[in-house]
Every structure is written in structure tokens, then in C-alpha cells.
């Protein structure tokens, strides 16, 4: 009867942690789409801000809307090539169990909890030291950053989940362990890879600390690496910073396209997920 008791307990505890969870996001989402839509308009997202666009008058946020794509973007595709490699090598078929894989993956996950914050500040000051201004660049090499310890672990934990039939498979037909590598685990474990990219990449264009003294903020579109960027994040921290409620309305539409921008991410994550399951043998 106790035992009973408890499991009912912590089912209850369950449930009621899921419906906190549940119920919180879909808050969020109602406010950021009672007070944002109204304000949503087509010239909002075709425009770049015009003179007095931050008092009340005409422009839109085109600017921030390109810059945090050319940001994500950026930063995933600079942290996939430095990633895949790297979640690679800590498998036990090269330096998995050694002690200085222990201290990496430590490392990597003391990272991923460090704020984003220090990140940018850290850039910073590098970037000082090298005597760069805020940039497309900067913003992109302290995203990279800042996705790195996500990636490695989320692409190292869904590599070991391939079988290691597969590899022993591999290896008995002759393969090398390269081409085992990425002609047996690489493939099996694609579906997942995809996912930790598109969660970095979620990471990356949601967040602001870092990109504030990295990348700078302008009201142009960037046309080189080395020009300022703005980003949606501080698109909205600027708007709603104003007294005019008009602009406050309009911080609440940035962010609901920031929220449209992220959902097109997770749905195009499940959709590439379960395509490249069909490869995936069980």
C-alpha cells in the first residue's frame, strides 16, 4: 500500500511539473502574440529602420531579421565542421576512455552552463586586444563558441547509440576505421546530428549577451564580414527600452517573429529527423 502510494505521489509530481512546463510556454506565446501582432506588418519585415523609426515613425526590422540568419547560420556551420570531428575522436575507438577525454567532456559541460554573457566578453576583449571592431565576424566566432560545448555533447551522446554490431559489421568487411567512421557511424547517427545543429543554431539566434559587444548593432544591412550587424534579440531589448509605446508595440512583434523563426526551425528539425531515420538501421 505504501509503495502504491508513493508511485501515485510522483505521478502526481509529474503531472503537475509537465502542466507547469506546458502552461508556462503557451503563456509566453499568448503574450508575445496578443501584444505582437497587432503590430506585425508587412512593411516590419521588408524595411530597414528610418530616421526617427525608434520614435514612432516609419521603418521596419529587416536589418535584425538578416543579421541573426547571417549570425545562426554562420556560427552553426563554423561549429558543425569544429564539432562532428571532435564528438568523433571521444569515442572509445579513439580517445573515449582515456583520462584526457574525461577532462574534455568536463570541460565542454562547465562550458555549456558558463553564461553567454561572459562569452561576450571574453570576445571582446580578444577583439580589443586584436584591435577589431564589432562585427558580422565577431558576432559569428563567439557564437561558434558558444555552441561548441552544445553540439560536441548532444552529437557524442547520439553517436554512442549506434550499435556496435554495425562497426564490428564494418570492420570484418574490410573497412578502415575512417571509413567506418563516415560510411557507418556518421550515417546511422545522422538524424541526431541534424537535431543538435538546429538546437545550437536555436541557441544562437535567441541569444543577445554575447552578440552585444561582439557584433555590434546597426540600422544597415551588413554587405561584408567585417561590418556591424544588428540581431533580433536586441532589436527587442532597444524597442521595448523606449517610452513610446508604439516602438514597445513593435518589440512585441520582433519577438514574435524571433518565435516564428524558432518554431520553422523545430518543425524543420522533426521533418529532417525522421527523413534520414528511413537510413537508420535498428
Excluded: C
Excluded at 18 to 39: C, D, K, R
Excluded at 126 to 147: D, E, K, W
Excluded at 209 to 225: E, I, M
Amino acid at each position: 500500500m505504501h509503495k502504491h502510494s508513493e508511485e501515485k505521489l510522483f505521478k502526481v509530481l509529474m503531472l503537475a511539473s509537465l502542466a507547469i512546463v506546458i502552461g508556462s510556454l503557451f503563456i509566453v506565446i499568448a503574450i508575445v502574440i496578443w501584444n505582437g501582432a497587432p503590430a506585425l506588418t508587412f512593411s516590419m519585415v521588408t524595411q530597414t529602420p528610418k530616421g526617427g523609426y525608434y520614435l514612432g515613425k516609419e521603418g521596419g526590422i529587416l536589418n535584425a531579421i538578416v543579421g541573426s540568419l547571417y549570425l545562426a547560420f554562420g556560427s552553426m556551420l563554423l561549429a558543425l565542421v569544429i564539432s562532428l570531428p571532435a564528438a568523433l575522436s571521444l569515442q572509445k575507438d579513439y580517445i573515449g576512455k582515456t583520462k584526457a577525454a574525461y577532462y574534455i567532456r568536463l570541460s565542454l559541460d562547465v562550458l555549456w552552463g558558463t553564461p553567454s554573457i561572459v562569452y561576450g566578453a571574453f570576445g571582446f576583449i580578444v577583439m580589443l586586444y586584436l584591435g577589431m571592431r564589432a562585427s558580422l565576424l565577431g558576432g559569428i566566432i563567439v557564437l561558434t563558441l558558444l555552441q561548441l560545448p552544445i553540439m560536441i555533447r548532444a552529437m557524442e551522446e547520439v553517436i554512442k547509440m549506434v550499435p556496435v554490431e554495425l562497426k564490428e559489421a564494418s570492420y570484418s568487411l574490410g573497412a578502415t576505421k575512417l571509413e567506418t567512421t563516415f560510411g557507418v557511424v556518421v550515417k546511422q547517427a545522422l538524424p541526431g546530428i541534424v537535431t543538435a545543429a538546429l538546437l545550437a543554431f536555436g541557441r544562437g539566434i535567441g541569444d543577445a549577451a554575447s552578440v552585444l559587444f561582439t557584433a555590434g548593432y546597426t540600422d544597415s544591412l551588413p554587405r561584408s564580414l567585417f561590418d556591424p550587424v544588428a540581431s533580433l534579440p536586441l532589436a527587442v531589448f532597444f524597442q521595448l527600452g523606449t517610452p513610446f509605446p508604439e516602438v514597445q508595440a513593435r518589440a512585441y512583434a520582433s519577438a514574435l517573429i524571433l518565435l516564428i523563426i524558432v518554431l520553422a526551425l523545430s518543425l524543420t528539425s522533426r521533418y529532417l529527423s525522421k527523413r534520414f531515420l528511413k537510413n537508420v538501421i535498428r
